[in-house]
């Protein structure tokens, strides 16, 4: 099998198309990609648990509305609030990492 030379990575492909890691571009794409992901994890274990958006907005005292907007990345979601959804919730944990 011929191995192609055109083949491009992810931090190929971001370093040419957003900029590379340090510029205010990146790091701007890299926050936002990290608010993308809770949204879609949301999302999963929401849908995981076989709970409705409404269903699940009961069960931590909010709207329909909001945990649509969180999942959609339309809103900003206070770490407070995040806890109370994945635990009381969705009945699970959030662990968190920090990486250098």
Known sequence: ???????????????????????????????EYQTFKI???LQEARQKKGLTQEQLA???GTNKSYISK???????????????IIHEGLGGELEISIKF
């Open 58 to 60: 009961n069960l931590v």
């Open 1 to 31: 099998m011929k191995k192609s030379n055109n083949l491009t990575s992810l931090s190929q492909l971001l370093d040419s198309e957003v900029g590379v890691k340090g510029t205010t571009e990146r790091e701007l794409f890299e926050t």
């Open 39 to 41: 949204a879609v994890l």
């Open 70 to 84: 969180l999942e959609k990345n339309l809103k900003d979601i206070r770490f407070s609030t995040l806890q109370k």
